[in-house]
């Protein structure tokens, strides 16, 4: 099975701050990696589908690149709506994987 | 506009199975992919398992010889069984629409998700 490793687990950041995560695939999954968004007693959203496409309505501050192994999640303007918790998830071979998450919190 | 909808007991008993249901609006089942995934309190996200809408299922491996998922056009519903159910399985539980956005194995994503239930196991 392929297992995904997020880091950090957690970070604090402040408005208007740049912030990056990283998911690491233990092979390689090619661009088959989506990400989600998670607020307290919700359900995730759909942030990014294969690796780098923006689902329709997520603003474009966020964006997504990588492929293998190595992705990664960019908010480039944070904003106080963004403090959350973020998943990527790996769609290219079953059992389907999520990482751990990332807990983005205000500083 | 798209809405899922889980239902079902919010505690059941050790040993039992528990069952789920998603009542789905704004889509027939019988033209996407649809999945159950679960989150235990605290912790990540657990994929379950899949329907497809020609009938065939894909199940986690860590659970499949405990896991039903089933499909009802004619009430527009998807359900989950899962049996022989331990403290283990307490979770919020979601129902999900699996993304279609390519015509390969893979080019999926779970797009529009429920609203979760939580579920005890706990006599």
């Known amino acids: 099975d392929i297992q995904m490793t997020q880091s950090p687990s957690s970070l604090s950041a402040s408005v208007g701050d740049r912030v990056t995560i990283t998911c690491r695939a233990t092979?390689?999954?090619?661009?088959?990696l989506n990400w989600y968004q998670q607020k307290p007693g919700k359900a995730p959203k759909l942030l990014i589908y294969?690796?780098?496409s923006l689902q329709s309505g997520v603003p474009s501050r966020f964006s997504g690149s990588g492929s293998g192994t190595d992705f990664t999640l960019t908010i480039s303007s944070l904003q106080p709506e963004d403090f959350a918790i973020y998943y990527c998830?790996?769609?290219?071979?079953?059992?389907?994987?999520f990482g751990q998450g990332t807990k983005v919190e205000i500083k | 506009q798209v809405q899922l909808q889980e239902s079902g007991p919010g505690l059941v008993k050790p040993s039992e199975t528990l069952s789920l249901t998603c009542s789905v609006s704004g889509d027939s089942i019988s033209t996407y992919y649809w999945s159950w995934i679960r989150q235990p309190p605290g912790k990540g996200l657990e994929w379950i398992g899949n329907?497809?809408?020609?009938?065939?299922?894909n199940y986690n491996s860590s659970l499949k010889s405990r896991v039903t998922i089933s499909g009802d056009t004619s009430k527009n519903q998807f359900s989950l069984n899962l049996n022989s159910v331990t403290a283990a399985d307490t979770a919020v539980y979601y129902c999900?629409?699996?993304?279609?956005?390519?015509?390969?194995?893979?080019?999926?994503?779970?797009?529009?998700w429920g609203q979760g239930t939580m579920v005890t196991v706990s006599s």
């Open positions: 294969a690796a780098s």
């Open positions: 999900a629409r699996l993304m279609m956005y390519g015509s390969g194995w893979g080019d999926e994503a779970f797009d529009i």
């Open positions: 329907m497809y809408f020609s009938g065939n299922t």
């Open positions: 998830q790996q769609s290219h071979s079953s059992p389907v994987a």
């Open positions: 092979q390689s999954i090619r661009t088959y």
